[in-house]
């Protein structure tokens, strides 16, 4: 069992860059794959990041590659998510996960935190 807890988000103007953090407690994430997946408003949940569970691989959603970066820092039970250029359609409720399924395109988490919203003004 896996708590997560996520932290960072806010309210950002376009262009601007902000960092999520997701702090794993009750079980050590390094045995876990980790993501970040988000949420807006009328839309569906949709996959934004994943790490490995050593760190050597990460995945990214299409709608943010090369803008986001997804690390670990195990020593610390903590995902990162780095956000460069935001736009106003990043605007959203950002979850932490943990575990669980990953197709290559779709992420079914295990776990899942409560959430943080990143809104992203014009």
């Known amino acids: 069992q896996v708590q997560l807890l996520e932290s960072g988000g806010g309210l950002v103007q376009a262009g601007d860059s902000l960092r999520l953090s997701c702090a794993a407690s009750?079980?050590?994430?390094?045995?876990?794959?980790m993501g970040w997946l988000r949420q807006a408003r009328g839309k569906e949940r949709e996959f934004i990041a994943l790490i490995s569970r050593s760190g050597a691989n990460t995945y990214y959603g299409d709608s943010v590659k090369g803008r986001f970066t997804i690390s670990r820092d195990d020593a610390d039970n903590t995902v990162y998510l780095q956000m460069n250029s935001l736009k106003p359609e990043d605007t959203a409720v950002y979850y932490c996960?943990?575990?669980?399924?990953?197709?290559?395109?779709?992420?079914?988490?295990?776990?899942w935190g409560r959430g943080t919203q990143v809104t992203v003004s014009s």
């Open positions: 996960a943990a575990g669980g399924l990953f197709s290559g395109t779709n992420y079914y988490p295990t776990y």
């Open positions: 009750g079980s050590t994430s390094s045995g876990y794959r």
